[in-house]
Each structure stands twice: as structure tokens, then as C-alpha cells.
């Protein structure tokens, strides 16, 4: 992506802390699961329900939000290309961040753009971190229908420029790791897919719904987690 760098003179300055031995501590690995898809297509309401259901589980796992994100760190950027790009490059950098911090990390963002997805995938894959991107696959007009913020209705009227699916494109994920359609099923069981998914590809413990919810002791297990 392209970034004008200004920061000069900077050194990284290594942690006496290595990944290992916060994975150790969390019993757990850190990583980022991506839910890119249409506005309406059922990203909040995935997302959260995981979040839920992770920490229910016993998994430090937690939230990135387009519209939270947008009243806080990116709260100086709109929505032409330029910015949505910086908006999910900051994402994908903070993202990062955290997954190395050993925290389960779900994003959910519109992400319109193929280039910005395969950045933030690419910065995980080069820390050695894992990336999962889930394509929230609802048809445009399974979105337009349900449209609870009414910005569908807005763009349609022309009050609203630059609204993706409108007026401005969506590139759908081309070998995405999961597929979710929200028009067929429940946030609860598409909640369960990702999961499933999540032990099939051993980002987390096989059968991890019998962990304890609350605290499970590093040692006990040697657990594979995300
Ligand atoms: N699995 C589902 N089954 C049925 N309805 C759903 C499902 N997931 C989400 N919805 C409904 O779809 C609407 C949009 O969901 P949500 O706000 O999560 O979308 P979003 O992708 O985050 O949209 P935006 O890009 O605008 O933030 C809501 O009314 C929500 O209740
Ligand atoms: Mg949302």
C-alpha cells in the first residue's frame, strides 16, 4: 500500500516479553479474523456474537468496529477511496498490534477493496500472525431490505454519495477462508461455522464449547488456540 513515510530516525526497540510467552500466559494464539462484506450484510452482529461467544469460552477475544473505529482513531477520515483505504491500512496495522498482543481479534469493516484485504493480510502472514478473512456473502438486496441505518434508502434518493453497493464498488474476496451467508442462517449458527472452522484449521482448541468459560490454566493443556 502505498504509505508516504515521514517517520525517519525511528529503531525498533525489541520487548523482553516474547509472543510465546504471552500466548503461554493467555492460553491462547493471538490472530485476526476479517469480516468484510456489503453494509447491511450482517458484519456487527457476526462479529459481536463471536466476541461473545469466545469469551464465554474462555478466549480473550475482542471487537474492531468500522462505525466505532470511525468515532475514535479514524474519526478524521471520510469515505472517499483514499481514505477508506488509510482507514483499513490504520485497521489492519492496530489489528496486527493486538493479534501479536495475543488477543483474538474479529474486525468488522465493509473493506471494499481487494488491495487494502490482502495488505492486512499480508502484514499478519509476515509477522507470522494468523488471518482469516470471512466474506459475509448476503445478497445486495437481502442488505437494501433490512437497512436499519437507512443509508441504502439515503444513497437511492442521491442524499448520500460514495455508499459501497451503491454508487461506489465492492470487490467480493476471491479465496476467502469462509464464506457466511447471513440470508440463510442465524447469527448464532453462522457464530458456530466460524468456529468450526476455527478448530478444523487447529486456530483453536477441537471442542473448546467444554472449556471452562472463564479460566483455563496455561499448562493444562498445550493448547492450539487462534
Ligand atoms: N445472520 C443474520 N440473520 C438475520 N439477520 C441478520 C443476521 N446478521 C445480521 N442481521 C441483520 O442485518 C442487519 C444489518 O446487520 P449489521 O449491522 O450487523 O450489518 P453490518 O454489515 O455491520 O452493516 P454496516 O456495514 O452498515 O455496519 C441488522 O438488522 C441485523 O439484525
Ligand atoms: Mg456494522
Redesign the pocket.
Known amino acids: 500500500m502505498d504509505v508516504k513515510v515521514n517517520a525517519t530516525n525511528v529503531v525498533w526497540h525489541f520487548s523482553q516479553i516474547g509472543r510465546e510467552e504471552r500466548e503461554a500466559l493467555l492460553n491462547q494464539r493471538g490472530g485476526t479474523l476479517w469480516l468484510t462484506?456489503?453494509?447491511?450484510?450482517?458484519?456487527?452482529?457476526?462479529a459481536y456474537t463471536l466476541e461473545y461467544e469466545l469469551n464465554r469460552r474462555g478466549f480473550f477475544a475482542y471487537v474492531l468496529d468500522?462505525?466505532n473505529v470511525r468515532h475514535g482513531l479514524n474519526k478524521d477520515l471520510g469515505f472517499s477511496a483514499s481514505e477508506r483505504q488509510e482507514n483499513i491500512r490504520r485497521v489492519a496495522e492496530v489489528a496486527k498490534l493486538f493479534a501479536d498482543a495475543g488477543i483474538i481479534i474479529i474486525t468488522?469493516f465493509?473493506s471494499p477493496y481487494r488491495k487494502e484485504r490482502d495488505f492486512a493480510r499480508r502484514i499478519h502472514h509476515d509477522s507470522d500472525l494468523n488471518f482469516v478473512e470471512i466474506f459475509?456473502d448476503t445478497p445486495i438486496e437481502i442488505c437494501e431490505r433490512?437497512d436499519?441505518?437507512c443509508?441504502y434508502a439515503k444513497a437511492r434518493r442521491g442524499e448520500l454519495k460514495g455508499f459501497t453497493g451503491v454508487d461506489d464498488p465492492y470487490e467480493p474476496p476471491l479465496s476467502p477462508e469462509m464464506v457466511a451467508r447471513?440470508d440463510e442462517?442465524?447469527?448464532e449458527s453462522?457464530v458456530a461455522q466460524i468456529i468450526e472452522f476455527l478448530e478444523s484449521v487447529g486456530y483453536l482448541p477441537v471442542g473448546s464449547q467444554q472449556s471452562s468459560p472463564v479460566y483455563r490454566p496455561a499448562a493444562a493443556s498445550g493448547l492450539k488456540a487462534i
Open positions: 462484506g456489503l453494509p447491511s450484510s450482517g458484519k456487527s452482529t457476526t468500522g462505525d468488522s465493509i459475509m433490512r436499519p441505518k443509508l447471513t442462517h442465524p447469527p453462522i
